[in-house]
Nanobody, 124 residues
Framework: QVQLGESGGGLVQAGGSLRLSCAAS????????MGWFRQAPGKEREFVAA????????RYADSVKGRFTISRDNAKNMVYLQMNSLKPEDTAVYYC?????????????????WGQGTQVTVSS
């Protein structure tokens, strides 16, 4: 089993920045691909970004390209999401997820483990 815990969410004005962190514990060998998803009220959970263990492959949703950066520190079992130039439409609960494969999927169903989420609110 893998346990994931997010932190770093909060309230920020449009144009501001936040850095989300995700700590993995337990069977971290099962965290080959790590991803971030988000879910706004009344909407489905959507893909934000993902990264494989080596960091050599990263994938982003079109809506965040050029603004968000995903990274990971395998020695610390941490994954980060640096979010810049935030917009009100980025408001959502952000979830960290882990996948045992190297598929770098955008479908939430492909991920095996999930954190509890952290709220990000961007005011206009």
């Amino acid at each position: 089993q893998v346990q994931l815990g997010e932190s770093g969410g909060g309230l920020v004005q449009a144009g501001g920045s936040l850095r989300l962190s995700c700590a993995a514990s337990g069977r971290t060998s099962s965290t080959y691909t790590m991803g971030w998803f988000r879910q706004a009220p009344g909407k489905e959970r959507e893909f934000v970004a993902a990264i494989i263990r080596s960091g050599g492959l990263r994938r982003y949703a079109d809506s965040v390209k050029g603004r968000f950066t995903i990274s990971r520190d395998n020695a610390k079992n941490m994954v980060y999401l640096q979010m810049n130039s935030l917009k009100p439409e980025d408001t959502a609960v952000y979830y960290c997820a882990a996948d045992r494969t190297a598929v770098v999927a955008t479908n939430p169903a492909a991920y095996d483990y999930w954190g509890q989420g952290t709220q990000v609110t961007v005011s206009s």
